[in-house]
């Protein structure tokens, strides 16, 4: 072959692959990245897509609309939410930026997909084609419940079926209504004692408490085959080199097993607990729990943090054990570990979008539903399982144990200030004849989980059955 020739072919060779290569990077934006770009704030993309599409609703799973494109008095399509502050953070707002679902899923909101040459007719007539609409998993019964239930109280709730990962409600508090944002901004804005804007179940941060006994308990038991045995008498305070553990008012709990430890949620227990742990297994743990870690949800969050290592002291080891110390977690991520104990030991994904409809109400897309991966063992679920029901029938929730159905769950209660000044926690599922449903409430400031959270966690399961 001249030489000339073999110089032309390697440049064909490689112009080629080039090529495919772009091909290919061109396939994956428009089916995987497209959607990230078109919601980017700074692509001005859906102001060219206003101009011609009428923005598409946003639906609860049974069809209620609570975010609409309506025509204001004035002649201006304008944003309407029907349930004023009842979805705030879940829905979010359009005016002023944009957040929550009218956020996440903007770039399919400005997408219409009716007949292509009615569409055509449109744009001739210099008319607008109508946006796809979300359905969501949300509950519109389920949603109001937990509105009214967490009252004038900050904090969350958040609940999902734990074995699909469909999230059925999502309140925070302080909220706001979207419907008047641009006339509230700069109040809503300057609020730095509240921060309303904040959605508090997917971005708050928050020490958990003794829920988090949850992943000590788990540890334990995988570091200790014979846990079944472990035996303490508590007597209301533990110390150790000098930094001291009490229990919930000084209680001394008395003889305890591994279950009624748990039950009890006996902080000097779990601290003698914490003190024998290979603290690079727990980490390892928690990862697995996804802590420091990227939950992949489609909707805006904040990632929870577990700092301990072997190297700190007995008191950050002890603290740490107990759900206080550096650890900082939020209600969704805490909804996700009690699912994992509700479904048999599996990670599940959370989710908060459906599908897309037309104009027509059929179905354009759907969107994946939840990833599932497994952290535990058959043998690990089933004795959490066991010391999770123990919680109710003779713990710290036991207010939830006389009920048509069976609930299962860990209280907390996270100190935050120097004052002994505390957050309510509860995280728990319940199931009736095969149907579940799992929960994540935190009150702010409130005090004890077992009398501010479980009794809303009560309301949610009544509601749902």
Known sequence: MPKHNKHITII??????????????????????????LNNPYNKTDDIMADRITRGSILTSDGEIIAESITDSDGNEVRSYPYDNIFAHAAGYYDKGQTGLEYSYNSYLLTSTINPISKAFKELEGEKSPGDSLVTTLDLTLQKCAYQALGSRKGAVIAMDPDTG??????SKPDYDPNTIADDWNRLNSDEDNSPLLNRATQGLYPPGSTFKTLTLLEYIRE?????????????????????????????????????????????????????????????TCKSLLFNTDISVAFQY??????????????EKMQTVIGQGKTLITPLHNLIIISSFANGGYITTPYIAEKMINDGCSTVRRFSGSKKIQVMTPEENEFMNECLREVVTSGTAGTLASKTYTAYGKTGTAEYDSSGNSHAWFIGYAEKDGKKIAVSIIVEGAGTGSDYAVPIAGKLFDSYY
């Not at 080629?16 to 990077?25: A, E, H, K, N, T």
């Open 166 to 171: 469909a999230i059925l409600a999502m309140v």
């Open 224 to 284: 200790n085959p014979s846990y079944s045995k472990y035996s303490f008498k508590c007597k209301g305070q533990f110390s150790v080199d000098n930094y001291r553990i009490n229990c919930h008012n000084k209680k001394a709990h008395g003889e305890q097993d591994i279950r009624e430890a748990f039950a009890n949620s006996c902080n000097s227990a779990f601290a003698d607990i914490g003190l024998t742990l290979d603290i690079k297994s727990l980490r390892s």
């Open 302 to 315: 904040k990632q929870s943090s577990f700092s301990l290592k072997q190297a700190d002291n007995t008191g």
């Open 12 to 37: 064909s060779y490689a112009f080629m692959i080039g090529f495919s290569c772009l091909l290919v990077y061109f396939a994956i934006f428009i089916i995987r990245d497209n959607s990230k770009l």
